[in-house]
T-cell receptor, first 111, second 112 residues
Framework: GENVEQHPSTLSVQEGDSAVIKCTYS??????FPWYKQELGKGPQLIID?????GEKKDQRIAVTLNKTAKHFSLHITETQPEDSAVYFC??????????FGRGTSLIVHP | NAGVTQTPKFQVLKTGQSMTLQCAQD?????MYWYRQDPGMGLRLIYY???????DKGEVPNGYNVSRLNKREFSLRLESAAPSQTSVYFC???????????FGDGTRLSIL
């Protein structure tokens, strides 16, 4: 898999604020970019994904944006709620078809 | 609609013991994966099976073996467990490249 860097490692916000998590990747051939949410004691679950033929995709309070020139994609969560507290992972499938994951962002939403 | 099922959910072993972690998926997916998750390290790939009949090493394969028993099942074996293998193990599957992965809920393994 290719190198994927994810920032920040921890993000603490107040309920109602927005949260942004960013990932950078190295393989210019990548064309599928998923985001996963992992709740305590569970496996990661897909929450949103984007393909390289679009720059942004939204699903209610979450959105993903892609900048292929700069090789980064971001997860945006608006109007955060306590149930958004979890660990979020980006992944880059890379040219070898083996998904490479970022190290994760622990999002804490304070009521 | 079970998705990916892992057994057992918890296990405690003594150093040197062996065990097999089981994984099964009911989504007719072609590819299956084993990851370990340690604090601050994210998800690290141990082994994967791109399709039935094939297996390949991932980032951290030492001390593990795998078997793709059929299209549904992919097992991970620890032949001689070591304390460094204490971790949470996740199995995942997906239909094909550039599709989302589906994860099980993990096996929490402690080796004393």
């Amino acid at each position: 898999g290719e190198n994927v860097e994810q920032h920040p490692s921890t993000l603490s916000v107040q309920e109602g604020d927005s949260a942004v998590i960013k990932c950078t990747y190295s393989d210019s051939a990548s064309n599928y970019f998923p985001w996963y949410k992992q709740e305590l004691g569970k496996g990661p679950q897909l929450i949103i994904d984007i393909r390289s033929n679009v720059g942004e995709k939204k699903d209610q309070r979450i959105a993903v944006t892609l900048n292929k020139t700069a090789k980064h994609f971001s997860l945006h969560i608006t109007e955060t709620q306590p149930e958004d507290s979890a660990v979020y992972f980006c992944a880059d499938p890379g040219g070898s078809y083996i998904p490479t994951f970022g190290r994760g962002t622990s999002l804490i939403v304070h009521p | 609609n079970a998705g990916v099922t892992q057994t057992p959910k918890f296990q405690v072993l003594k150093t040197g013991q062996s065990m097999t972690l089981q994984c099964a998926q009911d989504m007719n997916h072609n590819s299956m994966y084993w990851y370990r998750q340690d604090p601050g390290m994210g998800l690290r790939l141990i082994y994967y099976s791109a399709s039935e009949g094939t297996t390949d090493k991932g980032e951290v394969p030492n001390g593990y073996n795998v078997s793709r028993l059929n299209k549904r099942e992919f097992s991970l074996r620890l032949e001689s467990a070591a304390p460094s293998q204490t971790s949470v193990y996740f199995c995942a599957s997906r239909l094909e490249a550039r599709q989302p992965q589906h994860f099980g809920d993990g096996t929490r393994l402690s080796i004393l």
